[in-house]
């Protein structure tokens, strides 16, 4: 497949990226655990059917330690006994904050009540930017056709 556009060869498309780049990096520093942040990351993009940010997530974040088994159940982590309440909670956030559209009020009380009694309102300021982080990287990939399958660990960061 060939990509529509050359997204680090574009000065528009470069300079965006850039910045997103740069928020991501500031999340990075956030006391939301790495764990969680690719595994946020990796739901996203599956949901979203992004294969560049599933190669990339999925390869950081066994780079980093994670279980295949708990990269491979992360698109059925409800029925998976593999993620902590903490980690539950932060992927139905990300699954109703990435599906935004097929619910009439967004996020529910339900699953904000449920992910503030496991993070501290910086992990949830950084949880939320992570997912509008991710949404968005996810559109400029999926509208551009980004072919994936040969990321690198670590190559961005």
């Known amino acids: 497949m060939d990509a529509r556009l050359n997204l680090f060869g574009n000065p528009v498309a470069g ?7 740069a ?3 500031a999340l990075a520093d ?3 655990p790495a764990a969680t942040r690719e595994l946020v990351m990796l739901r996203a993009s599956q949901i979203n059917g992004c294969a560049v940010c599933i190669d990339m997530h999925t390869k950081d974040a066994a780079h980093a330690g994670e279980s295949s088994v708990r990269l491979n159940l992360v698109a059925a982590w409800r029925e ?4 902590t309440d903490a980690e539950r909670a932060a992927l139905e956030l990300t699954e109703q904050g990435t599906r935004i559209a097929d619910a009439s009020g967004g996020v529910t009380d339900e699953v904000w009540t449920n ?7 910086d992990e949830l300021a950084a949880l939320v930017a992570l997912i509008a982080l991710i949404n968005a990287l996810n559109r400029f990939n999926v509208i551009t056709r980004q072919s994936a399958g040969d990321y690198q ?5």
């Open 15 to 21: 300079r965006s990226l850039k910045h997103l780049v």
């Open 23 to 25: 928020a991501g990096k």
């Open 30 to 32: 956030s006391t939301l």
């Open 80 to 83: 998976a006994t593999v993620f």
């Open 115 to 121: 992910v503030a009694k496991h993070y501290s309102e």
């Open 153 to 157: 660990p670590g190559r961005h960061g």
